[in-house]
């Protein structure tokens, strides 16, 4: 059975909105696109690079598929993140979107997204990667299907912004720490096992 391994940029206050770009996610009208940029360097890059080398297949909601579509199909850089992005199987939860997607080695996930991806989990998929896809993210905790989450920790709050976890979540919730790196921009990259309750 493959893993879940959610792999999120989040500030000090929870939030995930549109860490990448001032035009990823206006959502609510949001002003602080791009916020993660600053905080790029080498270990940051080396430590998610060794997760990106891993086999395994990625799931996205629409809206990060599209923008990582548009920002890596394609590319004739060098960049091995290129590479591994157009080689890796890609799941894709829309309810708008339809075949043929737009990149190579995508399929789109249909209605019963939790299903698909809890039979996905159980297959021979192995493990998968969601990059950012919130609504996605959030409903497949909702539904106990994440096995990990990464998370990159910025030194900052922002006050406003979609959180990772929903304010409707349940209140608590217990994750076991299973290792840190800690950046030189301070940002902490920790990886998280949820606690299963018996």
Avoid: C
Wanted: aromatic share 8%; charged share 20%; proline share 6%.
């Amino acid at each position: 059975m493959g893993e879940i391994v959610v792999v999120e940029n989040i500030t000090l206050d929870g939030v995930m909105q549109a860490p990448g770009s001032a035009e990823e996610d206006r959502t609510g009208g949001f002003p602080y696109g791009g916020w993660a940029s600053p905080y790029a360097d080498p270990v940051a890059f080396e430590t998610m690079g060794q997760g990106m080398a891993a086999d395994g297949a990625m799931l996205f909601g629409r809206r990060t598929y599209l923008s990582l579509h548009r920002a890596w199909a394609g590319r004739r850089d060098g960049n091995p993140y290129t590479e591994v992005l157009d080689r890796k199987t890609k799941y894709v939860a829309s309810r708008t979107l339809s075949d043929p997607l737009p990149w190579e080695n995508s399929v789109l996930l249909g209605d019963d997204v939790t299903g698909r991806v809890a039979g996905l989990r159980a297959g021979p998929a192995g493990d998968m990667a969601v990059l950012g896809s919130g609504t996605l993210v959030r409903a497949l905790a909702a539904a106990g299907l994440v096995d990990q989450y990464v998370l990159l920790i910025h030194p900052l709050t922002l006050g406003t912004g979609t959180k990772l976890f929903a304010e409707d979540a349940p209140a608590r919730r217990e994750l076991t720490l299973l290792g840190s790196v800690t950046t030189t921009t301070g940002v902490i990259i920790a990886r998280y096992r949820p606690v299963v309750s018996p």
